[in-house]
């Protein structure tokens, strides 16, 4: 086989699949429509203060959905101090607020094993006060 040979086979190989990728790709599909007319089928989260016309009456209390007054805030950062400094823990350990414990030992130890012997003892403060937290 030689180069033009080569050549020419390459250039049909590169052809069909130029080919074959316009046609598989769809062409003819629409974007969704968002549809502002249609009705909101989930229950209200608050229902809406009774309006009533220049009378005094007692105050109206919402009324909450049952799967927001289940929720509580959550605080997921673990602060601690070492050295009169106050630190979040897994920003010291370089992992997000709020990872798994396997996620959090895994980056510990990472970390121990990069670390010089000053730092091994602060790496060590930050893991126990996430032990802690749990």
Same mark, same amino acid.
């Given at each position: @086989? +030689?180069?033009?040979?080569?050549? /020419?086979?390459?250039?049909?190989?590169?052809? =069909?699949?130029?080919?074959?990728?316009?046609?598989?790709?769809?062409?003819?599909?629409?974007?969704?429509? *968002?549809? @502002?007319?249609?009705?909101?089928? %989930?229950?209200?989260? #608050?229902? %809406?203060?009774? /309006? $009533?016309? =220049?009378?005094?009456?007692?105050?109206? /209390?919402? $009324?909450? !959905?049952?799967?927001?007054? =289940? #929720?509580?805030?959550? +605080? *997921? +950062?673990? @602060?601690?101090?070492? +050295?009169? !400094?106050?630190?979040? %823990?897994?920003?010291?350990?370089? $992992?997000?607020?709020?990872?798994? @414990?396997? &996620?959090?030992?895994?980056?510990?130890?990472?970390? $121990?094993?990069? =670390?010089?012997?000053?730092?091994?003892?602060? *790496?060590? &403060?930050?893991?126990?006060?996430?032990?802690?937290?749990?």
């Amino acid at each position: @086989m +030689n180069s033009q040979d080569f050549l /020419t086979l390459n250039l049909v190989g590169a052809g =069909a699949f130029v080919f074959w990728y316009l046609l598989s790709r769809g062409g003819g599909r629409r974007p969704t429509r *968002l549809d @502002m007319k249609a009705r909101d089928t %989930a229950p209200p989260l #608050m229902e %809406a203060e009774p /309006t $009533v016309p =220049a009378q005094k009456t007692a105050p109206v /209390t919402p $009324v909450i !959905h049952p799967d927001r007054a =289940a #929720m509580k805030p959550k +605080n *997921l +950062n673990v @602060m601690f101090n070492y +050295n009169g !400094h106050s630190w979040d %823990a897994y920003e010291v350990l370089g $992992v997000p607020a709020g990872a798994s @414990m396997k &996620t959090v030992t895994e980056a510990y130890q990472t970390a $121990v094993r990069r =670390a010089d012997k000053e730092s091994i003892e602060f *790496l060590e &403060t930050a893991y126990k006060a996430i032990l802690n937290k749990i």
